[in-house]
């Protein structure tokens, strides 16, 4: 069964303090690593999917990154717009394209 | 990226009625339509997979009966929450995708109170 963990739960930086979050995974064969954003009251946004270990990608002040057993999105000089939650999910090379999430990391950037 | 579009965004209803949710690619063809169930501070749970005209395949524990879930063009698949009752209560949310593509585009979200 695949399993996604993120940490930490909840995270709070000032502006402008980078930092990254963690996106532990469990998967048998891996089709691709994808990384959304939601907002309060609203659908996942789509970021990033990442397909093998080393890949990297960034937009903006975000940059993912992926490794065999972790993938990481890391946060540079945020700002508070950037508060959201942070969904990590997989897809298995055998699914039928489904998606299996981990439960999110809450980010709070504060002025 | 490809437009998702949820309606309606809130409903409120009464328990033991019924509810349909709207879930439309605005821009593309979507071949495959997923349904997502998710509680507060939880992760997304699939619910159910559907493909344009075929019939949904549904998560272990996700009652086929309570949860219908329609494909029939393209553009537009619904999911009918049948005798509401309170613990139906959550924030459902379509995706939808297109053959041989990987990523999946998500609608807004529906909050669904059963009272």
């Known amino acids: 069964e695949d399993q996604v963990t993120q940490s930490p739960e909840a995270l709070r930086l000032q502006e402008g303090e980078s930092s990254s979050l963690n996106c532990s995974y469990t998967v048998s064969g891996l089709r691709g690593l994808f990384w959304y954003r939601q907002d309060p009251g609203k659908g996942p946004e789509f970021l990033f999917t990442l397909y093998s270990a080393g890949e990297e990608k960034e937009k903006e002040r975000l940059k993912a990154t992926l490794t065999k057993k972790e993938s990481f999105l890391h946060i540079t000089a945020p700002k508070p717009e950037d508060s959201a939650t942070y969904l990590c999910a997989v897809q298995e090379q055998s699914g039928y394209s489904t998606l299996t999430f981990g439960k999110g990391t809450m980010l709070l950037v504060s002025p | 990226g490809a437009v998702v579009s949820q309606h309606p965004s809130r409903v409120i209803c009464k328990s033991g009625t019924s509810v349909k949710i709207e879930c439309r690619s605005l821009?593309?063809?979507?071949?495959?339509m997923f349904w997502y169930r998710q509680f507060p501070k939880q992760s997304l749970m699939l619910m159910a997979t559907s493909n344009e005209g075929s019939k949904a395949t549904y998560e272990q524990g996700v009652e086929k009966d309570k949860f219908l879930i329609n494909h029939a063009s393209l553009t537009l698949s619904t999911l009918t929450v049948t005798s509401a009752h309170p613990e139906d209560s959550s924030f459902y949310i379509c995706?939808?995708?297109?053959?041989?593509?990987?990523?999946?585009?998500f609608g807004q979200g529906t909050r669904l109170t059963v009272v």
């Open positions: 995706s939808a995708s297109w053959t041989g593509y990987t990523e999946a585009f």
């Open positions: 821009d593309f063809q979507a071949t495959t």
